[in-house]
């Protein structure tokens, strides 16, 4: 974890520019820093709020990472509220997070790790068909191999527990082949 944190920092700016007409913006750059210390000192309401206010501005050099961010934020907060009301609500404002850059820069670099978010958001929510879905489109893709580990991992969890219907498993297989 804290090594993906590390990576997300050390990021250039003109790598990371994952929307079109992106600029380099130093408040931008000010708000993501302030939510990645605070999210590695767990203080993840600033974190939300520093994440939110990088997505919030024209696009810029931290959008997607911030977007990124903004959604592992979530989970680990609905995470911390347990079950509930505010436990749904954080995951449900995860799989937002997650599809607005799934939206805003479908060929980020970060979509596969979005993808992978929101079916963590989903199977939270108990909605493990939508979490199924997420985990096959990511070993439908051309997504990094560790990414496609952890989908197929969770895909696994899924079909072991019978979480999903025999017709839904059906459907991944055919659309993932036998093999996978």
């Given at each position: 974890?804290?090594?993906?944190?590390?990576?997300?920092t050390?990021?250039?700016?003109?790598?990371?520019?994952?929307?079109?007409?992106?600029?380099?913006?130093?408040?931008?750059?000010?708000?993501?820093?302030?939510?990645?210390?605070?999210?590695?000192?767990?203080?993840?309401?600033?974190a939300?709020?520093?994440f939110?206010?990088?997505?919030?501005?024209?696009?810029?050099?931290?959008?997607?990472?911030?977007?990124?961010?903004?959604?592992?934020?979530?989970?680990?907060?609905?995470?911390?509220?347990g079950?509930?009301?505010?436990?749904?609500?954080?995951?449900?404002?995860?799989?937002?997070?997650?599809?607005?850059?799934?939206?805003?820069?479908?060929?980020?670099?970060?979509?596969?790790?979005?993808?992978?978010?929101?079916g963590?958001?989903?199977?939270?929510?108990?909605?493990?068909?939508?979490?199924?879905?997420?985990?096959?489109?990511?070993?439908?893709?051309?997504?990094?191999?560790?990414?496609?580990?952890?989908?197929?991992?969770?895909?696994?969890?899924?079909?072991?527990?019978?979480?999903?219907?025999?017709?839904?498993?059906?459907?991944?297989?055919?659309?993932?082949?036998?093999?996978?």
């Amino acid at each position: 974890m804290l090594a993906t944190l590390i990576a997300l920092t050390c990021l250039s700016s003109a790598a990371e520019a994952a929307f079109e007409g992106a600029r380099y913006r130093r408040d931008a750059e000010r708000h993501f820093t302030r939510g990645i210390t605070a999210y590695g000192r767990d203080d993840l309401d600033v974190a939300r709020a520093s994440f939110r206010a990088v997505a919030d501005m024209p696009a810029n050099q931290r959008s997607g990472a911030a977007l990124l961010m903004l959604s592992r934020t979530l989970i680990r907060l609905g995470d911390g509220f347990g079950s509930g009301p505010e436990a749904a609500a954080a995951y449900s404002a995860a799989v937002s997070a997650s599809r607005e850059l799934m939206k805003r820069a479908p060929n980020s670099r970060y979509t596969a790790d979005a993808r992978l978010l929101t079916g963590d958001a989903y199977h939270q929510l108990k909605r493990f068909y939508e979490a199924a879905t997420e985990y096959a489109r990511i070993l439908d893709s051309t997504a990094p191999l560790a990414v496609q580990a952890s989908a197929a991992e969770r895909l696994a969890g899924i079909v072991r527990n019978r979480a999903i219907t025999k017709g839904a498993l059906d459907h991944f297989r055919l659309q993932l082949g036998d093999a996978r």
